[in-house]
């Protein structure tokens, strides 16, 4: 069974071990073994010492696995969760492979402009009410989140899962999954 780090914003939904449990199975049924950074067995708390034991545990998991799915659904804002991002960054250093997948379907650009208001065209680019200029790719995310995963040979599974379904829709976790399988059959 190949370990996969389950990197991604559910471990805030108020109901995250449910969510977890469903991905560690449908890991299962795809020979794979599910890490979710909930797996640690600690203290339900806050604080500056919590943090850093939160920290170590997930980096442990990452190096633990052979490989880490990403959820990189927009979370807070029109980007990816920053977590994940980072543990996306920190895998690929160690030369660890990602797969990822979103469950909103709209590009970076449409979701700036959904998120802070119409832009503002000029002969130097696209600017949004904060001054600042933005990425038009055609890209889910950000060029260097996108680019990390498109430069390993797959391809970001995007799929327009329901509003209400956002962070709880397997449907595009388990086409990562197949990507993963047919990269260790390979």
Not at 19 to 33: N, Q, S, Y
Not at 123 to 151: K, P, Q, R, T, Y
Not at 172 to 185: G, I, T, Y
Request: net charge negative; charged share 15%; glycine share 8%.
């Amino acid at each position: 069974m190949v370990a996969l780090y389950l990197a991604g914003p559910d471990v805030f939904l108020p109901h995250a071990q449910a969510v977890g449990a469903a991905k560690k199975e449908l890991c299962a049924a795809h020979g794979h073994a599910g890490l979710f950074p909930l797996d640690s067995d600690l203290p339900v708390a806050s604080g500056a010492g919590v943090a850093t034991l939160i920290y170590r545990a997930n980096i442990a998991m990452i190096h633990k696995s052979a490989a880490v799915v990403a959820n990189l659904t927009p979370f807070r804002g029109p980007s990816a969760d920053a977590g994940t991002v980072f543990e996306i960054g920190y895998a690929l250093a160690l030369g660890k492979p990602v797969f990822a997948y979103a469950n909103v379907a709209a590009d970076y650009r449409a979701r700036v402009i959904d998120s802070h208001g119409p832009l503002v065209a000029t002969a130097a680019g696209e600017w949004a009410c904060d001054g600042m200029a933005v990425e038009n790719f055609g890209l889910h995310d950000n060029l260097m989140i996108a680019e990390s995963i498109a430069g390993q040979g797959w391809e970001m599974i995007v799929h327009a899962a329901p509003a209400e379904a956002i962070f709880t829709d397997l449907q595009a976790f388990e086409a990562c999954l197949k990507q993963v399988s047919a990269h260790f059959r390979a």
